[in-house]
T-cell receptor
Framework: DAKTTQPNSMESNEEEPVHLPCNHS???????IHWYRQLPSQGPEYVIH???SNVNNRMASLAIAEDRKSSTLILHRATLRDAAVYYC????????????FGTGTSLTVIP | KAGVTQTPRYLIKTRGQQVTLSCSPI?????VSWYQQTPGQGLQFLFE???????NKGNFPGRFSGRQFSNSRSEMNVSTLELGDSALYLC??????????????FGEGSRLTVL
């Protein structure tokens, strides 16, 4: 699977929006962009995924660049519970559930 | 609907021993994948089983093995344990296999300590 690049850490104030960037310049046409997060002492949790178009769900929004070489996870109003490590992952549509998690972005939410 | 269940949650072994970890996926899910998480290496893919067949395998030695049963439950085994095998072992289940099938559901993991 192609690799992704994320900042090691970010901070956000509570109740404010958070934009978590991810670069994936070697993405292929069949790669889906997935985001997971891992809260302390828990297994990773699915956040959102998309292929080409922007996606919204109850947790977040995913904005995908037109050339698909980058994407941004948007948390509309950060809460303390959103403090976690966020992983941006490329996942081939045909080759199963083998994920390359990378190091992710550690998000700190400041009260 | 019950989530992914992993047993045991914690265990301590000594070098040279073997260990078997169990994972019960969400009902109806046919794919089970395993990951190892350590502070130094992060989350690393071990293998995936789909309908009792190993579909993908990560870059781990042959001491790490797994299997899946007809009810989709999966086990992974590590033989001849080494200190470096101390880690959190996470299991994830999914309805299908592949990027189109959406999310993986992770269990809380089995924390293995090798002394």
């Amino acid at each position: 699977d192609a690799k992704t690049t994320q900042p090691n850490s970010m901070e956000s104030n509570e109740e404010e929006p958070v934009h978590l960037p991810c670069n994936h310049s070697t993405i292929s046409g069949t790669d889906y962009i997935h985001w997971y997060r891992q809260l302390p002492s828990q297994g990773p949790e699915y956040v959102i995924h998309g292929l080409t178009s922007n996606v919204n769900n109850r947790m977040a929004s995913l904005a995908i660049a037109e050339d698909r070489k980058s994407s941004t996870l948007i948390l509309h109003r950060a809460t303390l519970r959103d403090a976690a490590v966020y992983y941006c992952i490329l996942r081939d549509g045909d080759t199963g559930n083998q994920f390359y998690f990378g190091t992710g972005t550690s998000l700190t939410v400041i009260p | 609907k019950a989530g992914v269940t992993q047993t045991p949650r914690y265990l301590i072994k000594t070098r040279g021993q073997q260990v078997t970890l169990s994972c019960s996926p969400i009902s109806g899910h046919r794919s089970v994948s395993w990951y190892q998480q350590t502070p130094g290496q992060g989350l690393q893919f071990l293998f995936e089983y789909f309908s009792e067949t190993q579909r993908n395998k990560g870059n781990f030695p042959g001491r790490f093995s797994g299997r899946q049963f007809s009810n989709s439950r999966s086990e992974m085994n590590v033989s001849t344990l080494e200190l470096g095998d101390s880690a959190l072992y996470l299991c994830a289940s999914s309805v299908g296999s592949g990027g189109r099938t959406g999310e993986l559901f992770f269990g809380e993991g089995s924390r293995l300590t090798v002394l």
